[in-house]
């Protein structure tokens, strides 16, 4: 059986701040939880104007506490920005707040621009230090041992659940030479989605935390009651990406019944690209286009994401998305 989850970007919209979309994010993640679905993640951006889940393991917190069962994590946060050692105290304390119900799911991207790498004193050469960081960060992770010179208090002993995040080969590589879990981020970055899968699942080890691969893919979803309605969402991440591309990303746009009126011809075929995996329509649409998508990719879990403009909309796409999948 084929879990699903969500993955939120917490946006900023045309209109609102960032008060407004981390109400919202929050809002969000009670209806996920009350849906069903096994996790909530959320995603690490800097100097990224329409996204407000920077600081994104305070986010995590309060998602958690006002949720109830729903798992809460990180996809992801990016290592190459941290010490593993601070990583680790952050998500040792979630775990002390809420038992069981953390993921931390770890990039190897430093997530932004180099200027901005740079203000954060951390910089693109730390993305080559990103396997043994991981690795120190399972250490600090795991149980103390007698002798051990640098313990995170908390951290040590909780075990919270790393998963290794990629767009690309090498995470697919290193999650299985490790024996950890792998998602795949074909939401933005669909061409490697099923190569990345096939070189983990060829490439895993056992390890103490997985005897068996256990893979993610995330695909976009806009579900509303028709058709058209739902490829009407779809527009507001249709100008985000485009926006992204452009390497002028804003704040999220309100929807246009019309995109060639807002996006010209080369920046709808790259918005297109990027949604070679999306499931956007009605319910019935929904539920066929996710069932291939399962059976296509062969994955464990599918986590669905769609940066909706309206909170109400961005819900009600969440609820038939639910009732899309129950009998999958």
Same mark, same amino acid.
């Given at each position: ?12 919209? *045309? ?8 109400? *919202?994010?929050? !809002?969000? #993640? =009670? #209806? ?12 690490? /951006? ?5 996204? &407000? ?28 920005? /941290? ?11 979630? &775990? ?26 951390? $910089?693109?050469?730390? %993305? ?19 002798? =051990? ?8 002993? @909780? ?9 690309? +080969? ?20 669909? *061409?490697?989605?099923? =190569? ?5 699942? #060829? ?6 935390? +997985?005897?068996?691969?256990?893979? +993610? ?7 509303? *009651? ?15 990406? !485009? ?17 060639? @009126?807002?996006?010209?011809?080369? =920046?709808?075929? &790259?918005?297109?690209?990027?949604? @070679? $995996? ?13 069932? %291939?998508? #399962? ?22 796409? +969440? ?10």
């Amino acid at each position: 059986m084929t879990d699903f989850s969500v993955l939120d970007l917490s946006p900023i919209v *045309e209109g609102g701040d960032a008060s407004r979309a981390l109400a *919202e994010t929050t !809002a969000y #993640a =009670q #209806a996920a939880d009350r849906l069903g679905f096994k996790r909530f993640w959320l995603a690490e /951006h800097h100097n990224m104007p329409g996204i &407000a889940s920077s600081a994104t393991a305070v986010v995590i917190g309060h998602v958690a506490g006002a949720t109830k069962t729903i798992r809460v994590g990180s996809g992801g946060i990016m290592l190459p920005n /941290h010490a593993p050692l601070v990583i680790a105290e952050q998500f040792g304390t979630l &775990a002390s707040l809420y038992p069981d119900r953390i993921d931390l799911g770890l990039g190897r991207a430093p997530g932004t621009d180099g200027e901005t790498a740079r203000a954060l004193r951390r $910089y693109f050469e730390a %993305a080559d230090q990103f396997p043994r960081d991981v690795l120190e960060l399972q250490a600090f992770l795991d149980d103390a041992v007698d002798g =051990q010179r640098v313990t995170a208090w908390p951290g040590a002993g @909780t075990k919270v659940p790393i998963w290794l995040l990629g767009s690309s +080969l090498f995470s697919a590589e290193l999650a299985a030479h490790l024996g950890l879990p792998f998602a795949f981020a074909s939401h933005f970055a669909p *061409e490697l989605l099923m =190569q990345a899968l096939k070189t983990y699942r #060829a490439g895993f080890r056992p390890s103490k935390v +997985l005897d068996q691969p256990h893979s +993610l893919a995330v695909i976009n979803v806009f579900a509303a *009651e028709t058709d058209e309605a739902a490829q009407r969402l779809s527009t507001s991440m249709q100008q985000a990406f !485009a926006a992204v591309v452009t390497g002028k990303p804003g704040r999220v746009k309100p929807p246009v019944d019309d995109i060639t @009126t807002v996006l010209d011809p080369r =920046q709808i075929a &790259a918005v297109q690209s990027r949604l @070679t $995996y999306a499931a956007i329509g009605g319910r019935d649409t929904v539920r066929d286009r996710l069932a %291939a998508f #399962a059976n296509q990719t062969g994955v464990d879990e599918v986590m669905v994401t769609g940066m909706v403009f309206d909170l109400n909309d961005r819900i009600r796409s +969440l609820e038939i998305t639910a009732e899309a999948v129950a009998g999958l």
